[in-house]
């Protein structure tokens, strides 16, 4: 019985998707290829596979559009890749539901390893995360949505209502890239130009709370221009 994950790549560079199917087998991956957005599609509802690659320049239709496609029924992690390194590009891949975004050139050893924190991260949140009676908890994190509390090593973090609800919210898209306005709207309701630096000082009071230096990945990353990740530890 053939149990490993089935990753499709949609890409039409073939020394690409090449590689990357090599690099995917390698790591003992099962890897099935599409050239176009129209075979990416077909081959997504017809193969079911655990994780996307998807290349936003494709010859027949933008990758935006299949990630638009792909979303409508399907919460399969999706990692876009690009050739643009346009930091908007990146904002509305995540904001259309990208789990993580790559520019080209890219190393294969950062490229696995990506691969294997959403697959990693996809179970997490499926079978650990969330735990019944409304708590979540990651290494030595622990979140009570209920009595909304949040413990590190069983000593409670006393947080305001906001920090409260921004970590909670990472808890609740575990290892996913929140865009700032992603973020911003689900906390105030809004996203404005004041927005990103009321996340900041946000963040950093959380940070400070946890004990954690400025500009330390623990638990939560910044990633630069875009947004945060919860991940694990
Ligand atoms: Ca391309």
Redesign the pocket.
């Known amino acids: 019985m053939n149990n490993k994950y089935k990753i499709l790549i949609v890409?039409?560079?073939v020394n690409?998707s090449r590689f990357l199917t090599a690099l995917l087998e390698a790591n003992g991956y099962s890897v099935i290829n599409a050239n176009t957005a129209e075979k990416g599609h077909l081959m997504f509802t017809s193969h079911h596979p655990d994780l996307i690659v998807l290349?936003?320049?494709?010859?027949d239709k933008d990758g935006m559009c299949l990630l638009d496609e792909i979303r409508e029924t399907s919460a399969t992690p999706i990692i876009v890749l690009s050739?643009r390194s346009d930091e908007s590009d990146k904002v509305s891949a995540l904001d259309k539901g990208a789990n993580d975004y790559v520019t080209k050139p890219f190393g294969s050893q950062e490229f696995a390893a990506r691969v294997r924190s959403i697959l990693r991260s996809n179970r997490h949140s499926a079978d650990e995360g969330k735990l019944p009676g409304g708590k979540f908890t990651s290494g030595d994190i622990t979140i009570d949505y209920d009595a909304r509390k949040f413990f590190v090593a069983d000593n409670e973090i006393k947080l305001t209502q906001t920090e409260f609800n921004i970590m909670a919210l990472l808890s609740e898209h575990f290892g996913k890239v929140l865009t700032y306005s992603f973020i911003a709207k689900e906390i105030w309701g809004y996203f404005d130009t004041g927005s990103i630096k009321k996340l900041q000082v946000n963040m950093a009071n959380i940070r400070r709370k946890l004990s954690l230096e400025p500009g330390s990945g623990r638990y939560i990353s910044n990633e630069l221009g875009v947004g945060y990740r919860m991940h694990s530890d």
């Not at 290349?55 to 010859?59: A, T």
């Open positions: 890409e039409d560079e690409i290349d936003l320049g494709l010859p050739a």
